[in-house]
């Protein structure tokens, strides 16, 4: 049974960085894809990036593009999203998810972690 | 970018009616790489549907997906009391880049 545990909930001033941590369990880490979505307060949700552990490679939504780094651990089965800049509109759950296959849903997610940036 | 226009933005039912959400894509999705999900309050989003028409793993018969092209519908045939809550429609044929509709709320009459 696949299992996406993330790291927990983080404060932030504005200006500064946060990243967060996905660990993977079970399947083949890096048989897979990892995609972080966030979901603002009472909205809906919204796709970031995805990075494909075996490869190394990367992708990014154009509106965070420059602004969000995903990384992924091979060694441990962890993912990381890092965002910098941060401003009060990125106050949000942020989720990490699986995709197994290209094309594929998002079949296993994380619990999600709440960032809230404040000064 | 794939737009996916959800309605209606609301949805209130009594439990044992039928509910039919419907998800319109600004152009034509891929293969029908249309999945739906469902989210409760707290909760991280749960895979419902794929590939328009496909229950994922564990979800109950009530729960079907059916469209092509640019217009996709979810039907529960009959709500049960754990069916309240918010349903999303994502495209992912446009992969890595994938996009989510704004969701409806299915809520008790």
């Known amino acids: 049974q696949v299992q996406l545990v993330q790291s927990g909930a983080e404060v932030k001033k504005p200006g500064s960085s946060v990243k967060v941590s996905c660990k993977a369990s079970?399947?083949?880490?890096?048989?897979?894809?990892i995609s972080w979505v966030r979901q603002a307060p009472g909205q809906g949700l919204e796709w970031m990036g995805r990075?494909?552990?075996?490869?190394?490679?990367?992708n990014y939504a154009q509106k965070f593009q420059g602004r969000v780094t995903i990384t992924a651990d091979k060694s441990t089965s962890t993912a990381y999203m890092e965002l910098s800049s941060l401003r009060s509109e990125d106050t949000a759950v942020y989720y990490c998810a699986r995709q197994y296959g290209d094309p594929a849903p998002f079949d296993y997610w994380g619990q999600g972690t709440l960032v809230t940036v404040s000064s | 970018e794939i737009v996916l226009t959800q309605s209606p933005g609301t949805l209130s039912l009594s439990p044992g009616e039928r509910a039919t959400l419907s998800c319109r894509a600004s152009?034509?999705?891929?293969?029908?790489?249309l999945a739906w999900y469902q989210q409760k309050p707290g909760q991280a989003p749960r895979l419902l549907i794929y590939g328009a028409s496909s229950r994922a793993t564990g979800i109950p018969d009530r729960f079907s997906g059916s469209g092509s092209g640019t217009d996709f519908t979810l039907t529960i045939s009959r709500l049960e009391p754990e069916d309240f809550a918010v349903y999303y429609c994502?495209?992912?044929?446009?992969?890595?880049?994938?996009?989510f509709g704004q969701g409806t709320k299915v809520e008790i009459k």
């Open positions: 152009q034509s999705v891929s293969s029908s790489y």
């Open positions: 994502q495209q992912y044929g446009s992969s890595p880049h994938v996009t």
């Open positions: 990075i494909i552990p075996i490869l190394g490679i990367a």
């Open positions: 079970g399947g083949t880490f890096s048989s897979y894809a």
